[in-house]
């Protein structure tokens, strides 16, 4: 019996919970990738995030929920990144970030006042021992082994291309489109009012047109990443061209927990992403701003580039999207005004390792477990005496010395 309890007493001494024990070790790293829609978070080296919350925290002041790209001005935004940070560490790590190494994954075009707030919550207010901020575009390519790549990333506000070419961002060639997810699930809510305006006798249990306004905005989201899907150009032609012989997909009723149910055509299926790809007014799609860029790249990093294009980003899982963008961009170097400058033949997507969602926060842990962290990281000690983050579009940072 006494040998018996012995074993047992080695046997949990031996038990290990290598997340937990790797958190509360000292000086541990954590990889923070905080989106517009979703934030993922987890540790140096890790093969995947910890978890995803949403990027959102209770306003201290009104105790309701607010995103936290909706701030006032750098105060408000000081107050939400507080609560939110607080909520990861003590939530969902359960652990104090105080003496921790952080890696902020971001975009090259975050904004200043978001980035140098960031740094005061993390260093003044929780004293984290080290923070490094790291492109999303380029540490994405870290996944792949690749240092060369066109990357766009298709989030939930908005479509954002950068070359990089050698490991070095082509800043002169990025390109911005305010298209994503929240555009797809916009597009999605007016389909779904224009046919329950166009039903005749609808059934006392199907949604009416103010339930359709007042849905919130998790159920649209659950519709287009549930039953939605990117079409090919062939199908999106005879759609649009009101053909009587196309064949949609079958519809469904999605239930709702009143009781009633909202009607989900195989038109809306079909049809929901196609905004993505309609042009606008500055006859811009998420496939020309890829050969735009390309025409704003050197001649030598054409082709590697057109050859090693990524897809990052939520709205980038969607099926059907590679091989829609691929035959888009087929057709437009056919014709004006791709014809006569790209001479390219092929375009090829990479396959990542990971879920395209949480790629940007893969390779931020990748390079978090490099030296290259020590190297590049900005020191609690260094940031106190000058309250000053490196940021390559600020001048007094960059400047050559004497």
């Known amino acids: 019996m006494e040998s018996e309890i012995k074993k047992m007493s080695e046997a949990r001494k031996s038990l290990k919970l290598p997340v937990y024990e790797g958190l509360l070790a000292e000086k541990t790293g954590v990889v923070l990738d905080i989106g517009s829609k ?17 990027s959102q925290v209770k306003d201290p002041h009104t105790n309701k929920l607010r995103n936290l790209y909706e701030y006032k001005d750098a105060d408000d935004l000081y107050g939400l990144l507080i609560e939110f940070i607080r909520k990861i560490f003590f939530k969902y790590f359960v652990t104090s970030p105080k003496d921790k190494r952080i890696v902020v994954v971001e975009s090259v075009l975050t904004p200043t006042v978001w980035r140098n707030t960031l740094a ?5 207010h929780y004293e984290v021992l080290s923070l490094l901020y790291v492109p999303s575009h380029l540490v994405s390519l870290c996944t792949l082994g690749v ?4 990357v766009l990333d298709i989030g939930y506000s908005e479509a954002t291309l950068l070359p990089v070419y050698e490991g070095v ?26 046919e329950i305006k166009a039903l005749e006798n609808p059934d006392p249990y199907i949604v009416t047109v103010e339930d359709v306004e007042n849905l919130s905005d ?11 899907f990117v079409t090919t150009m062939e199908r999106s032609a005879e759609i649009a061209a009101k053909n009587p012989d196309h064949k949609y997909p079958s519809g469904f009723m999605y239930p709702l927990k009143n009781g009633k149910k909202i009607p989900v055509s195989g038109h809306i299926r079909e049809t929901a992403f196609e905004v993505l790809f309609e ?43 590679k091989y829609r963008l691929l035959q888009e961009l087929r057709t437009l170097i056919e014709s004006p005004p791709y014809k006569d400058k790209l001479f390219i033949k092929n375009f090829k997507f990479h396959e990542f390792p990971a879920k395209e969602n949480y790629v940007a926060w893969l390779g931020g842990a990748i390079f978090a477990a ?33």
């Not at 998790?218 to 939605?228: A, G, H, L, R």
């Open 370 to 402: 490099t030296e290259s962290y020590n190297k590049r990281a900005i020191q609690k000690d260094a940031y106190l005496n000058n309250n000053v983050i490196p940021d390559w579009c600020n001048l007094s940072v960059n400047l050559p010395s004497g």
């Open 169 to 194: 961002p082509v800043l002169c060639a990025w390109k911005d489109l305010s298209l994503g997810g929240q555009s797809v699930e916009s597009h999605i809510r007016s389909l779904l009012i224009d």
């Open 120 to 124: 005061k919550v993390l260093f003044k």
């Open 147 to 150: 240092n060369t790549g066109l």
């Open 38 to 54: 979703y934030t993922k978070y987890g540790i140096f080296g890790s093969f995947q995030p910890k978890g995803f919350i949403k």
């Open 279 to 321: 042009l606008d007014l500055d006859m811009l799609n998420i496939a020309t701003i890829i050969l735009d860029s390309l025409l704003s790249v050197a001649r030598d990093m054409k082709k590697p580039l057109a050859e090693n294009i990524l897809l990052t980003g939520g709205t980038a899982m969607t099926p059907g999207l």
């Open 218 to 228: 998790s159920i649209i989201e659950d519709i287009k990443v549930c039953s939605c």
